[in-house]
């Protein structure tokens, strides 16, 4: 499947996948993690049911907390 991660085009060997096995495939072991298909929020206990299918816009972003 063809989809854009964080506006970067990726090519992925799986017709679907869900956001969790995406954030998995990328390696993403930020803790905070805010997560988007396509505009609208997915929140984390979505993950694992949310599905990332072909000519998705998702998005991973990683909060940064600090003073």
Same mark, same amino acid.
């Given at each position: %499947?063809?989809?854009?991660? !964080? !506006? $970067?085009? +990726?090519?992925?060997? $799986?017709?679907? %996948? ?8 990328? !390696?993403?072991?930020?803790?905070m993690l /805010? #997560? ?5 929020? /997915?929140?984390?206990? +979505? $993950? !694992?049911t949310a599905? /990332?299918?072909?000519g998705d816009?998702? #998005?991973?972003?990683? %909060?940064?907390?600090?003073?």
């Open positions: %499947m063809k989809i854009q991660v !964080n !506006n $970067r085009p +990726e090519e992925i060997e $799986r017709t679907e %996948m869900t956001v969790q096995e995406l954030i998995d495939y990328k !390696n993403f072991k930020f803790k /805010v #997560t988007k298909i396509n505009g609208k929020l /997915v929140k984390k206990d +979505e $993950r !694992n599905i /990332v299918k072909d816009d998702v #998005t991973i972003l990683h %909060m940064i907390s600090g003073g």
